[in-house]
């Protein structure tokens, strides 16, 4: 058991992307061994953004566990179930990650959505209603910086804004443990201006797949 507080955690986003390389299967296996083209220079270690045919795996970022020639396998991502994950229909590309830039001067992060979502029936003979679980309700993360106009890291994301396609988020927190997210960013256009406060500036994160952790 263990408890990790919060202070300390460096959060960074992917700045810089290698070209993307087809994947041509994906194995139902424990952790899932992916095939990708000849020229796909992983090596273990690397960070992938994966597009998959497989919505589960789908915009996930992947580490790359072991590399045997055209063969690299995910870490710790569980594809045996062929019900969520159908033999022989994975296949799509990766884009390896190949830096990322740190943002500096947060104050706070909100995590909001996730909650589980369900559909509530009753059959006529019966006075009590049933459940059944649905889909979770959307994730997003809001992260409030002290606003500052000439930081670099802010011409960053209003370029990802503005290129509307999703980018990956790493968390390092305090006890060496990772996660990485991948989504779409966003940067209020005015700071906000509360009398006695740090004037502050709010970045938008809305996820499209769930979060990979890491313990190191």
Do not use: C
Not at 25 to 30: G, L
Not at 127 to 149: F, N, V, Y
Not at 170 to 191: A, C, H, I, K, Q
């Amino acid at each position: 058991m263990a408890a990790v507080v919060a202070d300390g955690t460096i959060v960074a986003f992917a700045s810089t992307y290698g070209v993307s390389k087809a994947m041509s299967a994906v194995s139902n296996a424990n952790p899932a061994v992916a095939t990708l083209e000849a020229s796909h220079a992983v090596i273990v270690g690397d960070l992938m953004e994966v597009a998959s045919a497989w919505p589960d795996l789908d915009g996930k970022v992947i580490r790359a566990s072991v590399v045997a020639t055209n063969d690299v396998t995910f870490e710790g991502f569980n594809t045996t179930s062929t019900t969520k994950f159908p033999a022989g229909a994975g296949a799509g590309s990766v884009r390896e990650i190949t830096a990322f830039t740190n943002i500096a001067q947060i104050l706070t992060i909100a995590v909001e959505g996730g909650e589980p979502q369900y559909l509530d029936y009753q059959f006529l003979n019966e006075l009590r209603q049933r459940r059944i679980p649905l889909a979770k309700s959307p994730l997003s993360i809001t992260i409030e910086i002290a606003d500052d106009i000439t930081l670099a890291q802010n011409v960053a994301l209003r370029a990802l804004e503005a290129g509307g396609v999703p980018a990956a988020m790493r968390w390092t927190l305090p006890n060496g443990s990772v996660v990485y997210l991948n989504g779409y960013w966003s940067m209020s256009d005015l700071g906000k201006l509360t009398t006695g406060q740090i004037i502050s500036r709010t970045i938008g994160f809305a996820l499209t797949a769930l979060p990979t952790e890491y313990a190191s």
